[in-house]
């Protein structure tokens, strides 16, 4: 089993930056790729952030050019981190791992990151 535990969300003002972080416990050598997904009330949630094994990264639109995902050399904690947040950045981040396209995913809590005007 793989376990993962956010933190890092609060509240900041538009402009501002804030760092997520994910903690990957148990058997994370089944995990292939690491991300961030994000949920507004009233909203599906969406993909934010990627990162896979090798290290390529892809990022929504939405957030290209303002968050950047990294991770640790053992590879073990995922970092999102958030600049020039807006309003609409407002949400319950949650942080993902994928094995692979026939098992599910694995997903944190969430932490929330609220953003204000």
């Known amino acids: 089993q793989v376990q993962l535990v956010e933190s890092g969300g609060g509240l900041v003002q538009a402009g501002g930056s804030l760092r997520l972080s994910c903690a990957a416990s148990?058997?994370?050598?089944?995990?292939?790729?690491m991300g961030w997904y994000r949920q507004a009330p009233g909203k599906q949630r969406e993909l934010v952030a990627t990162i896979t094994r090798d290290g390529n990264t892809n990022y929504a639109d939405s957030v290209k050019a303002r968050f950047t995902i990294s991770r640790d050399n053992a590879k073990t904690t995922v970092y999102l981190q958030m600049n020039s947040l807006k309003p609409e950045d407002t949400a319950v981040y949650y942080c993902?791992?994928?094995?692979?396209?026939?098992?599910?995913?694995?997903w944190g809590q969430g932490t929330q990151v609220t953003v204000s005007s």
């Open positions: 993902n791992g994928k094995r692979g396209v026939y098992y599910a995913d694995y």
């Open positions: 148990g058997n994370i050598f089944r995990i292939n790729e």
